[in-house]
């Protein structure tokens, strides 16, 4: 069964930065909408950034200015380039995607990963 690997998260200092990377384990036929999500001890999930496949993207209030998300379609691959990151970033980021498995799939399926953790602290 094909899920998104995440990587690149870690333990930075306020004000400092992180990039993100979520790519499909193995091949997929396509894929429609690419997102970060993040949750935090004793809160919900909530949407960081999405962006399509034509480019579009979406920014929690939380984020907008700070990170910015973008996608390599020939590698189906989506990165999340966060700056300026604080205490209050800190949380386990879930990548998210909507993919077709094959090219007689009738719906796209929303898959998650499994979660990279993203700590802010001195």
């Known amino acids: 069964q094909v899920q998104l690997v995440e990587s690149g998260g870690g333990l930075v200092q306020p004000g400092g930065s992180l990039r993100l990377s979520c790519a499909p384990s193995?091949?997929?036929?396509?894929?429609?909408?690419m997102g970060w999500y993040r949750q935090a001890p004793g809160k919900q999930r909530e949407l960081v950034a999405s962006?399509?496949?034509?480019?579009?993207?979406n920014y929690g209030d939380s984020v907008k200015g700070r990170f910015t998300i973008s996608r390599d379609n020939a590698k189906n691959t989506v990165f999340l380039q966060m700056s300026s990151l604080q205490p209050e970033d800190t949380a386990t980021y879930y990548c998210?995607?909507?993919?077709?498995?094959?090219?007689?799939?009738?719906?796209?399926?929303?898959?998650w990963g499994q979660g990279t953790q993203v700590t802010v602290s001195s």
């Open positions: 998210n995607a909507m993919m077709k498995m094959y090219s007689f799939s009738r719906y796209y399926s929303n898959s």
């Open positions: 193995g091949n997929v036929f396509s894929i429609d909408v």
């Open positions: 962006i399509t496949n034509s480019g579009r993207t």
